[in-house]
């Protein structure tokens, strides 16, 4: 193997910060191959389970966004209990040198080995005169440090575009499409529903504008696209929550695409965007109350997103 230079963080979300340490990493020594070294299943979710993770992004769309930020390679390290136990040393010797660094780029906070007990001083005295240490300041929106912590908040109050402004691009939640209840269908509001796994942040419950985009290279009616062709997205009324009218207890997100009802997307992968919130989730008296505030949320969220 040759040299290489190795950026190592966690990554959830990719946000503008990490993305800037993995371009900064790649400016410095453009000459040689870029290795991003992330952590699977998060690091919280192993030393304080009952926290829970609440993960921005899933493990392959993480990978997919560090390769569209430069990485050439990302190497994913199982976070284990007895991996946690490794001391600063011999998480050097045991992950770093056998990727043959020159050069090793991390934020200023970044902390490694047991108890975390490893900074980015202490990094550099354990490479000296076999790579080179960068740590690099946070990157800031405002008057806050941008970081993944921030954004989950950000999302937990409901605030879908202050989560946007530290993502650096709408928050994206993804799935595959289940059957639901099919009461939307029956009231004329068909919706595309995706569970939401307990490991996985999504907006506070409520109703939002946003866009819903098909993964799979298939148009409305699951038919593939042609070769070169580009997949389309659409207007969406996203509501998240558990659907307290019908007594649901399943926490869901469900999108009706504005104006349509033609769409075939049970068993497609999809991507639903959150661009601004409507309204917190009620509890309807009946049918017909919930029909009148369906009709007014799919009247604000044209509104919101110019369509």
């Known amino acids: 193997m040759s040299e290489t230079v190795v950026v190592i963080g966690n990554f959830d979300g990719v946000h503008p910060g990490h993305v800037e340490v993995v371009q900064r990493a790649h400016a410095r020594r453009p000459d040689l191959p870029l290795v991003v070294v992330t952590f699977w299943p998060h690091p919280i979710s192993v030393l304080r389970p009952e926290l829970g993770a609440m993960l921005l992004t899933g493990l392959e769309e993480r990978i997919d966004l560090l390769k569209r930020a430069g990485a050439d390679r990302v190497e994913v390290i199982d976070f284990t209990p007895d991996f946690a136990r490794l001391s600063p040393a011999q998480f050097v010797q045991r992950v770093l040198l056998p990727l043959e660094p020159a050069l090793i780029v991390v934020g200023e906070n970044f902390r490694f080995g047991h108890r975390a007990a490893g900074t980015v001083q202490t990094l550099r005295e354990l490479g000296a005169g076999r790579f080179k240490v960068e740590g690099l300041t946070l990157v800031r929106f405002g008057d806050e440090e941008t970081c993944s ?159």
């Open 149 to 307: 912590t921030v954004i989950r908040q950000a999302l937990a109050d409901g605030d879908v575009e202050h989560a946007a402004e530290h993502l650096g691009r709408p928050f994206r939640f993804s799935g595959v499409v289940r059957h639901g209840d099919h009461r939307g269908r029956e009231l004329g509001f068909p919706t595309a529903n995706l569970p939401v796994p307990g490991e996985l942040a999504c907006p506070a419950d409520g109703v939002y504008a946003g866009w819903l985009h098909r993964l799979d290279a298939r148009d409305a009616h699951g038919v593939p696209l042609p070769d070169g062709g580009t997949a389309e997205r659409w207007p969406a009324a996203i509501s998240v929550g558990t659907n307290p009218t019908f007594d649901g207890v399943q926490r869901r997100v469900e999108s009706y695409v504005l104006d349509r009802v033609d769409l075939e997307l049970y068993g497609a992968p999809i991507a639903v965007e959150f661009i601004a919130r409507i309204r917190g989730q009620v509890r309807f008296s009946g049918i017909e109350a919930l029909v009148q505030q369906m009709r007014d949320d799919v009247r604000r969220c044209h509104e919101l997103l110019g369509t």
